[in-house]
């Protein structure tokens, strides 16, 4: 199985840009899907994107669309999050996902400890 820490998180100001990394660790990883969630705390984890494992599907939350790229370097073992134009509803915990089990239902088995986002208003 994978092996995922999150990077890259921290304070930013409503609009600003912030790219984060998961270091993945497993040998499987070109060859399955992964994703970022997010969770405010108290509430459920959320999907906010995934990609394919050749890095020619994405798929992205309403949410997010357009303002956060998923994407992921197999050479290096890293997935990344760019996230712009962010906002206070971006101040969430991110996680990182591997080992999917359902790209259609966004359902993965493998996490991250997660990395905080603050968005200043």
């Known amino acids: 199985q994978l092996q995922l820490v999150e990077s890259g998180g921290g304070l930013v100001q409503a609009g600003d840009s912030l790219r984060l990394s998961c270091a993945v660790s497993g040998r499987t990883f070109s060859t399955a899907a992964m994703a970022w969630f997010r969770q405010v705390p108290g509430k459920e984890r959320s999907f906010v994107a995934q990609i394919s494992h050749n890095d020619e599907v994405t798929e992205y939350a309403d949410a997010v669309k357009g303002r956060y790229t998923i994407s992921r370097d197999n050479a290096k073992n890293i997935m990344y999050l760019q996230m712009n134009a962010l906002q206070p509803d971006d101040t969430v915990m991110y996680y990182c996902?591997?080992?999917?089990?359902?790209?259609?239902?966004?359902?993965?088995?493998?996490w991250g400890p997660g990395g905080q986002v603050t968005v200043a208003s």
């Open positions: 996902a591997g080992s999917a089990t359902s790209w259609q239902s966004k359902e993965y088995t493998n």
